[in-house]
């Protein structure tokens, strides 16, 4: 099993960047997928989450209306589109996989695959 996450790096505030992650080694498609990150002496955190179909969504409040979370199951892939970041937005971010039902996606003990993360550095 793996997932690879990519598409990490450094942008000025009010920039974008959009992440990936390619899964491999496992069914992707039922898998309900999530995004996570961990800024230097924080705990990971829950970003978004996506059904196996994509017609589900969810977000944390700090990055609803900025951030977009899609998949693209013939291409066993995540993405996270990252819109009008702020330095507060630095982070490793990661991405999962969970088989929990949507209401749990947020809890990131509920996932059983991780990937290994990307950074993402936002400058003022």
């Known amino acids: 099993v793996q997932l690879q996450a990519s598409g990490g790096g450094l942008v000025q505030a009010g920039g974008s960047l959009r992440l990936s992650c390619a899964a491999s080694?496992?069914?992707?498609?039922?898998?309900?997928m999530g995004w996570f990150r961990q800024a230097p002496g924080k705990e990971r955190e829950f970003v978004a989450g996506?059904?196996?179909?994509?017609?589900?969504?969810a977000y944390a409040d700090s990055v609803k209306g900025r951030f977009i979370i899609s998949r693209a199951n013939a291409k066993n892939t995540v993405y996270l589109q990252l819109n009008s970041l702020k330095p507060e937005d630095t982070a490793v971010y990661y991405c999962a996989a969970t088989t929990v039902v949507l209401s749990g996606i947020r809890s990131p003990e509920h996932y059983t695959y991780w990937g290994q993360g990307t950074q993402v550095t936002v400058s003022s």
């Open positions: 080694g496992f069914t992707f498609s039922r898998y309900r």
């Open positions: 996506i059904s196996q179909n994509g017609g589900s969504t």
